[in-house]
């Protein structure tokens, strides 16, 4: 069973629910932390993004099995339908404590 990196980019405002909702799921650990997105759709920014050229994202990321990260996917996209919610899934080659 390969395992994967599902990481979440999501508003600051919406990742709070978010992280709630994963606590509940039982999994046994993620990361989040802050960072700058960066983006040509000025559709989703606000006119102070738009002027600064970035906005403000959380970042979640977690690694679990292949066959759950798609499990978890389809039961973000099911309970976070009409959030502001990115993803990504990566390989990992390797992981453990030192």
Wanted: aromatic share 10%; no cysteine; hydrophobic share 40%.
């Amino acid at each position: 069973m390969s395992e994967v990196l599902l990481t979440l980019s999501t508003r600051p405002a919406q990742a709070e629910a978010i992280t709630d909702w994963l606590l509940e799921e039982n999994l046994p650990g993620f990361t989040s932390w802050q960072a700058w997105g960066h983006s040509n759709r000025n559709e989703q920014l606000t006119l102070a993004e738009q002027i600064q050229g970035k906005q403000k994202r959380t970042m979640i990321g977690m690694h679990l099995p292949e066959e759950q990260a798609a499990g978890m996917l389809a039961k973000l996209r099911e309970q976070f339908a009409h959030y502001d919610v990115h993803y990504w899934l990566q390989p990992l080659m390797d992981f453990g404590r030192l």
